[in-house]
């Protein structure tokens, strides 16, 4: 099957260059778009056939790369979760965009690098030695960053891509160096050679911390985030879908490629920056999305909260791993891994939604919208879906990960460090809490934008999306579906990558009655989303013959309750502003707000102003600061351009000597 994969990934760059060639054609987008889809349906055949039977791992060695190395690729149960994620969320992806691609105005600027980012993304997760891995990383890094420019007149557009190409870099430098603490004196880049190293612990440390600043770059995590809410509302939608929904599971695989399976077990201690990380980054990703008013950043903003659950869950894994307890790091690695293919699917149908929203109306302002669940039904209903699963309300698929996470935590005093018997529990608290405000942001996202009443014209004449994107986003919400009514199928089918890593795997669940979830054998709880569903139903049917029954049969209609202010003007109903009003306020110090009210004077007929400003910390306190730094650094160095040819002679001398004495205190 590796030499499938491979071919796949082959066929996908492949398809780069002939979308090339055939962008002037009227039928380009259909083609591209559809062999991807086709290309990508495929690969994800491949890893759950993989999963499915259980195969054992398959090697392959490609002459290309560096000469005594070549390119390693492997298939094993790791690779082929993430397979399968990638192949379902790009398969949904380009069929949406065979239906969105009719709406891009310059689609030679998507068609070249959209299958080519895909191929990329495939060849990151079969790389079995370093160089392969680093160089499809930052193929992958460079294309979804012309992906990104594809508006390239806009100002903010610009910015963007200019931010996220300084933050790949940076996030590739460091996994360089990563890698080449693991490889050694010795040079073993290949992933097997790195296996059989033994290291110390403040080795291991290292490379952990380096991994979580190289891949947590790439996946958003605190404080690298701050690429991401500016790149993926400035990419086209379905690309939006690609990088929050994929690309930052591709980094998820890689932290979790190097820290369970190649650094081998680390000490309880490395466990806890990860999960104090994690926990802080879901509560400030969806504290920002909760005050945001652009559609697509506040969606942006909800993947680094979910990134951050992840990280926790992975940190909690390695801490359960390091205290002997594979069965209950199983578990907390298992919650992980099914929350990121939730994350993918619900995720991909929100960008997906705000998309076609987008092409409706032209806006992404939340208060330039309103009312579409009259104009865009089938959207409406497809995107509730998806608001009900990422707030994580039972019976949908994103309480099911959570559930299992929050299993996990409850069984933290079990662990013999104090430190982490506080540690964890607190973290819960604070997942606990992200948890609360995901499901205020969307219900202000929802609510806002297709409830109440259209606040413009262009919510007021939008037109339904075309059929094309209804099926992918029908598509998604019938797996976030099938994900939390049925959870214990893909549980099943995700168990082999925790028996490869931990040698330790959840008991079987398909076969439960009821579909009932019972994580670990000797803990009581349990759930069953079928039930949950069947209860739905009942009891919604039954209150709906009830009224219907013994309620009156003459239809009346009156007006809604308005709250003592008969004003019908749209613009007096809640807005996104109000519905984060008392959020921004109580979190102020967090979101570093600012309220400020211009009042004029009686008899000053000047309008009065209310202004609301917030900063990201991150940026504020981190980046324009290094900034700043950075270029008062370059500006002194500039007189390094005008030295003698003797200076710059001794330059490159005392280079030498340094780099010497560093490579004899290495060796």
């Known amino acids: 099957m590796i030499e499938i994969a491979a071919g796949l990934a082959l066929c996908l760059l492949a398809l780069s260059l002939a979308a090339a060639v055939v962008r002037g054609l009227?039928?380009?987008?259909?083609?591209?778009?559809?062999?991807?889809?086709?290309?990508?349906?495929?690969?994800?055949?491949?890893?759950?056939?993989?999963?499915?039977?259980?195969?054992?791992?398959?090697?392959?060695?490609?002459?290309?790369?560096?000469p005594w190395l070549g390119?390693?690729?492997?298939?094993?149960?790791?690779?082929?979760?993430?397979?399968?994620?990638?192949?379902?969320?790009?398969?949904?992806?380009?069929?949406?965009?065979?239906?969105?691609?009719?709406?891009?105005?310059?689609?030679?600027?998507?068609?070249?690098?959209?299958?080519g980012f895909l191929g990329a993304m495939t060849l990151v997760l079969l790389a079995a030695d370093a160089f392969t891995f680093l160089l499809s990383w930052e193929i992958m890094s460079l294309l979804s960053w012309a992906l990104v420019l594809t508006n390239h007149r806009a100002d903010e557009t610009r910015s963007a891509g200019y931010l996220y190409l300084v933050m790949a870099g940076f996030g590739?430098?460091?996994?360089?160096?990563?890698?080449?603490?693991?490889?050694?004196?010795?040079?073993?880049?290949?992933?097997?050679?790195?296996?059989?190293?033994?290291?110390?612990?403040?080795?291991?440390?290292?490379?952990?911390?380096?991994?979580?600043?190289?891949?947590?770059?790439?996946?958003?995590?605190?404080?690298?985030?701050?690429?991401?809410?500016?790149?993926?509302?400035?990419?086209?939608s379905h690309v939006s879908a690609l990088m929050s929904g994929v690309m930052t599971k591709v980094a998820l695989y890689g932290f979790i490629r190097v820290v369970f399976d190649l650094l081998g077990p680390v000490e309880w201690w490395m466990s806890v920056p990860v999960i104090v990380t994690g926990a802080m980054t879901a509560v400030m990703g969806i504290l920002f999305a909760n005050v945001d008013s652009d559609s697509k950043r506040v969606l942006a903003y909800s993947t680094i909260e979910n990134i951050g659950v992840i990280f926790v869950a992975l940190g909690l894994a390695l801490a359960f791993r390091s205290n002997?307890?594979?069965?209950?790091?199983?578990?907390?690695?298992?919650?992980?891994?099914?929350?990121?293919?939730?994350?993918?699917?619900?995720?991909?149908?929100?960008?997906?939604?705000?998309?076609?929203?987008?092409?409706?109306?032209?806006?992404?302002?939340?208060?330039?919208?309103?009312?579409?669940?009259?104009?865009?039904?089938?959207?409406?209903?497809?995107?509730?879906?998806?608001?009900?699963?990422?707030?994580?309300?039972?019976?949908?698929?994103?309480?099911?990960?959570?559930?299992?996470?929050?299993?996990?935590?409850?069984?933290?005093?079990?662990?013999?460090?104090?430190?982490?018997?506080?540690?964890?529990?607190a973290a819960g608290g604070l997942l606990a809490l992200a948890a609360a405000l995901a499901a205020a942001c969307f219900v202000r996202f929802y609510g806002v934008i297709f409830l109440g009443r259209p606040r413009t014209d262009a919510a007021r004449e939008a037109v339904e999306t075309d059929r094309w994107s209804l099926t992918a986003m029908g598509g998604l919400a019938g797996l976030c579906i099938m994900a939390g009514v049925l959870p214990g199928g893909l549980i099943d089918l995700v168990a082999p990558a925790t028996e490869m890593l931990l040698a330790a795997r959840l008991p079987a669940q398909a076969n439960n009655d009821w579909f009932t979830l019972v994580p670990v054998a000797e803990v009581r709880s349990s759930y069953s989303g079928f039930l949950v569903l069947l209860f739905i139903a009942i009891s919604g049917g039954a209150s709906a013959w009830l009224v219907h029954r013994f309620a009156s049969r003459k239809l009346r209609r009156a007006p809604a309750w308005d709250c003592g202010f008969p004003n019908a003007d749209p613009v007096t109903q809640y807005g996104a502003g109000s519905f984060a009003q008392p959020i921004r306020r109580v979190m102020a110090l967090m979101l570093d707000a600012n309220e400020t009210v211009v009042m004029p004077p009686p008899g000053d007929m000047t309008p009065a102003r209310h202004t609301i400003r917030t900063k990201d910390l991150a940026w504020s306190r981190i980046y324009v600061p290094l900034i700043a730094a950075i270029n008062t650094a370059a500006t002194r160095l500039n007189a390094l351009q005008f030295l003698t040819i003797r200076r710059y002679l001794s330059l490159v001398f005392g280079a030498l000597i340094l780099l010497l004495t560093g490579l004899a205190i290495w060796n």
């Open 324 to 425: 002997g307890m594979e069965a209950l790091a199983a578990l907390a690695l298992m919650a992980g891994l099914i929350h990121a293919m939730n994350h993918m699917l619900f995720k991909s149908l929100l960008f997906m939604a705000a998309g076609a929203v987008l092409n409706a109306t032209g806006r992404r302002d939340l208060d330039g919208l309103g009312g579409l669940i009259h104009r865009m039904p089938k959207t409406a209903v497809l995107a509730l879906i998806g608001v009900t699963a990422i707030a994580a309300l039972p019976p949908l698929n994103g309480f099911v990960s959570e559930w299992l996470l929050f299993q996990a935590v409850l069984q933290s005093p079990k662990l013999s460090q104090p430190g982490l018997q506080f540690l964890v529990p």
């Open 172 to 236: 590739t430098m460091v996994l360089l160096l990563a890698f080449g603490l693991m490889a050694g004196a010795e040079g073993g880049y290949d992933f097997a050679a790195m296996r059989e190293v033994e290291r110390s612990p403040l080795l291991a440390a290292l490379v952990l911390a380096l991994m979580m600043v190289g891949a947590g770059s790439k996946a958003g995590l605190l404080p690298l985030h701050v690429w991401l809410p500016a790149a993926h509302p400035a990419a086209p």
């Open 71 to 115: 390119a390693h690729l492997r298939l094993d149960a790791l690779s082929a979760v993430f397979l399968t994620l990638l192949g379902v969320g790009g398969a949904a992806a380009s069929i949406y965009a065979i239906g969105y691609g009719q709406h891009e105005h310059e689609p030679h600027r998507v068609l070249p690098f959209y299958p």
């Open 26 to 66: 009227s039928t380009a987008s259909a083609f591209v778009y559809g062999a991807s889809a086709l290309l990508c349906l495929v690969l994800a055949i491949v890893g759950i056939w993989m999963l499915v039977t259980q195969a054992a791992e398959a090697e392959m060695r490609i002459p290309v790369g560096l």
